[in-house]
Nanobody, 123 residues
Framework: QVQLVESGGGSVQPGGSLRLSCAAS????????LGWYRQAPGKERELVAR???????DYADSVKGRFTISRDNAKNTVYLQMNSLKPEDTAIYYC?????????????????WGQGTQVTVSS
């Protein structure tokens, strides 16, 4: 069973920083892509950042220059460094992983989601 566990959320003032972490565990064969989504109350879930197995990066326009996504392959962990935070960054942040894993002797590709971690930016 594959599981994603997020950590690092909290409450900060505008201009502050937070670092989110997401660790994947289970019978993982390979990780194809890792990403972060966020959802604010009354709004649709949106992609914040994504990193592929080859190191390709993709950011939402609203976070470019402020957020940085990275990964530690040895730990099966993805990070989101968030700097210069704004009130509009307030949301629940979800980690997602597209990966291949072993089940009943087979290698299966699937997508998994974490439970989410709250980020609140306010004065």
């Amino acid at each position: 069973q594959v599981q994603l566990v997020e950590s690092g959320g909290g409450s900060v003032q505008p201009g502050g920083s937070l670092r989110l972490s997401c660790a994947a565990s289970g019978s993982i064969v390979s990780i194809n892509a890792l990403g972060w989504y966020r959802q604010a109350p009354g709004k649709e879930r949106e992609l914040v950042a994504r990193i592929t197995s080859g190191g390709g990066l993709d950011y939402a326009d609203s976070v470019k220059g402020r957020f940085t996504i990275s990964r530690d392959n040895a730990k099966n962990t993805v990070y989101l460094q968030m700097n210069s935070l704004k009130p509009e960054d307030t949301a629940i942040y979800y980690c997602t992983a597209n990966l291949s894993f072993r089940r009943w002797g087979l290698v299966i590709q699937n997508e998994y989601w974490g439970q989410g971690t709250q980020v609140t930016v306010s004065s």
